[in-house]
């Protein structure tokens, strides 16, 4: 069974950086594109980040661009998602998803695959 766990989430001030983490399982996630949406209370999910199945090419959303970075694992099934100088507007759960092409999109509902999200709380 398909499965991908998020950790790395917690509470931390304006300025911090936190590191999240994506483990894939149950298939040979390694040919998929990768990618980070996170919702915040009361709004839609949003992208943040993506990556391709070969990590050669990312794409970011412009208010985390410069400050976010995603990267993959060398075994390709494990997804990361640096995050710094973090901002109380980046508080929201994050969600990890993986699709099944090697084309990366910012759409939501082209992802087959996702987590169970973690919490990134930021206070001012």
């Known amino acids: 069974q398909e499965q991908l766990v998020e950790s790395g989430g917690g509470l931390v001030q304006a300025g911090a950086s936190l590191r999240l983490s994506c483990a894939a399982s149950?298939?040979?996630?390694?040919?998929?594109?990768m990618g980070w949406f996170r919702q915040a209370l009361g709004k839609e999910r949003e992208f943040v980040a993506a990556?391709?199945?070969?990590?050669?090419?990312?794409y970011y959303a412009d208010s985390v661009k410069g400050r976010f970075t995603i990267s993959r694992g060398n075994a390709k099934n494990t997804v990361y998602l640096q995050m710094n100088s973090l901002k109380p507007e980046d508080t929201a759960v994050y969600y990890c998803a993986a699709r099944e092409s090697a084309i990366v999109t910012t759409i939501p509902n082209l992802y087959a695959y996702w987590g169970q999200g973690t919490q990134v709380t930021v206070s001012s």
């Open positions: 149950g298939r040979t996630f390694s040919s998929y594109a």
């Open positions: 990556i391709s199945w070969s990590g050669g090419n990312t």
